[in-house]
Each structure stands twice: as structure tokens, then as C-alpha cells.
């Protein structure tokens, strides 16, 4: 098992910025891909961006590539997002998961934390 535990949500200006955390404990982190979809009122989940568990490759969705960037300490056990340039249609809870394999396909995901909102105003 694999719990996950976002931080790092919040309400910004269009252009702003966040850094999204994420806490993983349970079982040996660093064998496993994590990585963040997110999902609006009304919408579909969506893929945001995922890491492989050694870091050393990074999937992201067209609507954030340039924009946001995924990286991982496995001495922390912890996953982040950093998002910049953050745009009103970026607004939705973001929830950090895990798997033992990397995929944009949340089917994958059998690990997801409870989420945390993201709001950016206009």
C-alpha cells in the first residue's frame, strides 16, 4: 500500500504561480512512477504529468508543457509539481498517484491522494 498526501493548493492570479507537494509513505517509493492528473467541475480527469521512478523521464500534457515542471526527491519521498504561468482553465483539484509503472491512462493509477484545489483567477 501506498498512501499520498498533497500540499500546496491555493488561489492565484492569472501568471502565477504554485508548487504542488506531494507525501508518499508505505511501501519503497522510490520503485514506483507517480504522477498528477487533475479534474474541473463538469470535466473529464485529465492527465497532467507524470515521472518514472528514477526521475530520468517526464511525460506531460500538451495544455502545460513549458509551463509545468514534475520532479521527485526519494530521499523525501515526495513528488512536486511546480506550475507556472498559470492560466483561469488550469483551475481544477490536482491529485498526485502513483503506480508501478508510468502511463498518461489514470487506469493505471492504483494509488491517488484525496486531492488538493487549484484555483487561478482571471
Known amino acids: 500500500q501506498v498512501q499520498l498526501v498533497e500540499s500546496g493548493g491555493g488561489l492565484v492570479q492569472t501568471g502565477g504561480s504554485l508548487r504542488l507537494s506531494c507525501a508518499a509513505s508505505g511501501r519503497t517509493f522510490s520503485r514506483i512512477a507517480m504522477g498528477w492528473f487533475r479534474q474541473a467541475p463538469g470535466k473529464e480527469r485529465e492527465f497532467v504529468a507524470a515521472?518514472?521512478?528514477?526521475?530520468?523521464?517526464?511525460y506531460y500534457a500538451d495544455s502545460v508543457k513549458g509551463r509545468f515542471t514534475i520532479s521527485r526527491d526519494n530521499a523525501k519521498n515526495t513528488v512536486y509539481l511546480q506550475m507556472n504561468s498559470l492560466k483561469p482553465e488550469d483551475t481544477a483539484v490536482y491529485y498526485c498517484?502513483?503506480?508501478?509503472?508510468?502511463?498518461?491512462?489514470?487506469?493505471?493509477?492504483?494509488?491517488w491522494g484525496q486531492g488538493t484545489q487549484v484555483t487561478v483567477s482571471s
Open positions: 498517484v502513483a503506480a508501478p509503472i508510468i502511463s498518461t491512462n489514470w487506469r493505471v493509477y492504483n494509488y
Open positions: 515521472i518514472t521512478w528514477s526521475g530520468d523521464s517526464t
